[in-house]
């Protein structure tokens, strides 16, 4: 089966372990087969491929997200990166022409649609792949997967099927009701709307072009930034009288909060952790090194990483958003396709980052208009390549790399650089980058 | 006046503010006078500076303590070192050997030994005066400070005193009593035993010499190791028939928990702080540069510091020892005189320290057998001594200091470097001292 995940969203909700370039389904607690910590997303990719491990997997995202699902997924997952948010409708056109042309579906075959983030068992998937299996022999044009409701929620749309079935035909759509409306139509036999859209290819491109002027995926891609932003739900779904909804009841949760996330950790703590015995219902994150230590705390979430740290109710938590916002501070530490950094220190004229690269990778070949740094290496070996000379780097070399200087690091092993930064008004924004492609291969960001 | 102020312990009960090199007087929480926050060290010495600005103040501790009383007091303060922990009597011994020897006080003349840590207002510093002038012009051999009582405490000794006077002479001491004992006794009126000992010099050099055979303050600080741990309390004043204890009712609080602490705390946070409006009876201590958000808390205390974070509700707080006991790692920040260091990270064979050094102030000089070190200098301006070669350090300077090598730096200015170690098995106890005094003059560690 083809599947396209919808990855999205800045995830403030869920700080300091989401930032404005971590999101949510990056923050790695669940336990996962082997006894390591799982992501969202590096979960709902393996339990894609128990149910069908010929499947091909799409993450429709932002460029933000790239470096973050390479860390996480490896290096052969397929990303389709939208060149600026446009909403789900051209997402999932591009999407779908990334799969026409780069990776040659053809356009009898299925799709399936589905949104990163939700918390879900295998038989989630295996729903889904029956769907794509009525949805490339069936009539209809378009299938959804609508979530038997467990409470009269406010914040999902409702999904009313014209009959019990298992599969039903769709009578309408009710956008997020007040709660007496939401009992009203799950008395009706309404069910939650979770995002899941399966059609054959061919349906959607024949939509897309309908509605956007476009000659091709570098066509669209090109022309991605004039799009009006608009959901698939509104631009196709709400207009398409031909529709099946399978009924699903198995676990699907939406973790967008600490309080719902907490549920369904399999620990009461990650990382390094102590609580006494008078704890009640307290879960704690800490992706910091230095301990947390608890003591006497009932219906609490605490997490802490670089960014910083919430101690909160855990109700409470589900109103964080506008705290957050008023936080204003440089992104702290992030997952890249090479590696991670970890801001260790900031002072005025100075920024000092650990930066640690994976086997076989390499940061940009870059330089800075701006700022002097130092590179210690204090693990692990490579080369480097400063101004066109290459240098024997391993824990102890010590690169000085004044501004303007071209440099870059290719790992051998996993490489640990304590990286110093000097320089008035220090930022991201001054970077050059260089092309070494021609001697060391393609590189990924 | 001259006081000995005794500066003890290691301050588990605080932490993560306090450690095994910062004890608890040296936390920096209390509102001061001009705005910036003080330590119990700071606010004691003001206030014995606002009720007697000629007083001589000497402040009695170990040596892992004389670094951070130089950061906080300055380089004026006299400092009498224990060269091990010997309990009470014998710092008292050493400290009158000291104000003897070293201070030139006369032995008709009045000492007043208080402990560090009382939280207290002036007033207290007055009653001590008074007192001073007391043992001066009085009969009695020893006055003491009997504090009101405000609840029948079991963690305080008691004195019983002859009379309801103002200053009465003493009938008994008691122990720290159960509830019902404590209660009877303040019902016959008896005091808090404050810790507070006021005695002509003479006197206590009498006692001294009568427990301890030793020549003189050097030779006592010889063999300080061999010298018995008693308390003043049992070896002095619970022999001394001849006492008078004068009532204090003013303020005067023992902060030695965090839920104590928080009490007399100006504000309901230090640091950088987000609190919601759901938030009640809450305090947070915040010690890092990046944010702590606390949502929908009731009675909590959060304290976090490079050690790790303390999450408790304030009962609770008091049972902490045993939590802190059983985390192991090393020391993450201390204030030294010259200005303080932070450890940024922590990697098998490697660490990364940020060192800041005061105006004028410098490192020992210094070698390792087993680790190398690059520095970085990220502001000021100093000298470093590599080897006996004097390079100019300033922003910008890289020094590689390999195993073996000589080096110090000497800052003009207030400077900040980032120091890389790395070696197999890092440890503060590799390092060689040599004497660079001949040149730049005494150096104090």
Redesign the interface.
């Known amino acids: 089966m083809h599947i396209i995940l919808l990855s999205g969203g800045s995830g403030k909700r869920l700080?300091?372990l989401s930032n404005d370039i971590r999101s949510k389904q990056f923050i790695k607690i669940f336990p996962g087969p082997e006894g390591e910590y799982e992501s969202m997303v590096q979960r709902i990719y393996r339990q894609i491929r128990s149910v069908d491990p010929d499947a091909t997997v799409t993450i429709a995202t932002s460029r933000s997200q790239v470096s973050a699902i390479h860390n996480q997924l490896g290096d052969q997952v397929s990303v389709c990166v939208e060149p600026c948010r446009r909403d789900t409708f051209p997402a999932i056109a591009l999407a779908c022409a990334y799969l026409q042309e780069i990776k040659n579906v053809d356009a009898d075959e299925a799709v399936a649609v589905c949104p990163v983030d939700p918390y879900v068992d295998t038989e989630y998937f295996e729903a889904i792949r029956d769907l794509t299996q009525q949805a490339e022999h069936g009539a209809a044009k378009l299938y959804l997967m609508g979530i038997e409701p467990t409470y009269p929620s406010e914040k999902y749309g409702y999904i009313m099927p014209e009959t019990t079935q298992a599969v039903s035909r769709v009578s309408a759509f009710r956008e997020k009701p007040g709660r007496e409306e939401a009992q009203a139509y799950i008395r009706q036999g309404a069910l939650w709307n979770g995002g899941v859209f399966v059609f054959r290819l061919g349906y959607l491109l024949e939509k897309s072009h309908a509605l956007i002027d476009y000659a091709d995926y570098a066509d669209l891609y090109a022309r991605y930034e004039e799009l009006n932003k608009i959901s698939f739900d509104y631009a196709v779904v709400e207009k398409e009288p031909d529709i099946q909804v399978m009924r699903f009841h198995g676990r699907w949760m939406d973790l967008g909060t600490w309080n719902t996330l907490t549920e369904v950790m399999g620990e009461t703590s990650v990382g390094?952790v102590?609580m006494?015995d008078?704890c009640e219902n307290v879960h704690v994150i800490n992706e910091?090194?230095?301990?947390?230590?608890?003591?006497?705390?009932k219906n609490?979430v605490?997490a802490?990483s670089?960014?910083?740290?919430?101690?909160?109710?855990k109700?409470?938590?589900s109103?964080?958003k506008p705290?957050?916002d008023?936080?204003h501070?440089q992104v702290?530490f992030a997952e890249k396709s090479w590696g991670s950094f970890t801001v260790?220190?900031?002072?005025?004229?100075?920024l000092?980052i650990?930066v640690t690269l994976l086997p076989g990778h390499r940061l940009h070949y870059h330089s800075h208009a701006h700022r002097?740094e130092?590179w210690?290496v204090?693990?692990g070996e490579g080369i480097a390549v400063v101004d066109d000379a290459e240098i024997v780097a391993r824990?102890?070399t010590?690169l000085?790399l004044p501004a303007g200087c071209r440099h870059t690091v290719i790992a051998r092993t996993g490489m640990?650089l304590?990286e110093?930064q000097?320089g008035k008004g220090i930022s991201v924004e001054d970077k050059l980058k260089y092309s070494l492609e021609a001697k060391y291969g393609k590189h990924r960001s």
Chains 1, 2 share one sequence.
């Open positions: 700080w300091p390094n102590r006494n008078n910091l090194s230095v301990p947390i230590l608890c003591m006497g705390l609490i605490v802490a670089p960014e910083g740290m919430l101690v909160s109710d109700e409470q938590s109103y964080i705290y957050v008023d936080i501070q702290m260790l220190d900031v002072e005025d004229e100075s000092t650990k002097d130092t210690t204090v693990s824990a102890g010590v000085r640990t304590i110093v000097m």
